[in-house]
């Protein structure tokens, strides 16, 4: 079973400031998910990365494959940005088993 | 507009009620999860579904138990035998396949057991 390890747990920052959030896995993946969860619970797909980088708006995700390793970016950050984001991996593809296996995610504040 | 609808959002119950929570999407999704979320820790899988009349044991099955009846529906019961049934529950569904797939997640039900 993939272990999924995140860095920082909480994170409180000002409004503007660049944030980096890591999350690390045990096991080699097809492709890594980031999700943001609003206070609400609601959780929303932000990223799924299998190589490289990817940008939306503000929010850039790298992955290294071979470090077993990924980084959420927000740059610009406003206090809208305060959630929780979570790193999640799929099962190890010879398993047979499904479903996402999540890390413990990152509490975010930004502060105004 | 698509997407997965679970309710309702908070549900009380006294201890030693069985419990029912509602997960129906309508994006034509063929694999169906449900997850647990307690504080301090990421979501653990409880049930997962990925054909119709089909489901299999997440990491946390006992005291839980599911249907697959129809491809946009599936429901979870939370039984008396669940210890700690008091917790987050989020319902998500999955489409695509190995190399092309991606996830749309609910918005949660809140079980409070008193």
């Known amino acids: 079973k993939n272990e999924v390890e995140q860095s920082p747990q909480n994170l409180t920052a000002q409004e503007g400031e660049f944030i980096t959030i890591n999350c690390s896995y045990s096991v080699g993946i097809s492709a890594l998910h980031w999700l943001q969860q609003h206070p609400g619970g609601g959780i929303v797909s932000l990223f799924m990365l299998s190589s490289g980088k990817k940008k939306h708006g503000r929010l850039i995700a790298t992955i290294n494959i071979q470090e077993k390793h990924s980084s959420l970016h927000i740059t610009a950050s406003h206090p809208r940005d305060s959630a929780v984001y979570i790193c999640?991996?799929?099962?190890?593809?010879?398993?047979?088993?499904?479903?996402?296996?999540f890390g413990k995610g990152t509490h975010l504040i930004i502060q105004p | 507009d698509g997407g997965i609808t679970q309710s309702p959002k908070y549900l009380f119950r006294k201890e030693g009620q069985n419990v029912t929570l509602s997960c129906e999407q309508n994006?034509?999704?063929?694999?169906m999860y449900w997850y647990r979320q307690d504080p301090g820790q990421g979501l653990r899988l409880i049930y997962y579904?990925?054909?119709?009349?089909?489901?299999q044991k997440g990491d946390i099955a006992e005291g839980y138990s599911v249907s697959r009846e129809k491809k946009e529906s599936f429901p979870l019961t939370v039984t008396s035998a669940q210890k700690n049934p008091t917790a987050f529950y989020l319902c998500?569904?999955?489409?695509?396949?190995?190399?092309?797939?991606?996830?749309?997640f609910g918005s949660g039900t809140r079980l409070t057991v008193v």
């Open positions: 994006l034509n999704h063929d694999a």
């Open positions: 998500a569904s999955r489409y695509g396949t190995f190399h092309n797939y991606g996830y749309t």
């Open positions: 999640a991996v799929p099962p190890y593809s010879g398993g047979g088993a499904d479903g996402l296996t």
């Open positions: 579904s990925q054909i119709v009349n089909d489901f």
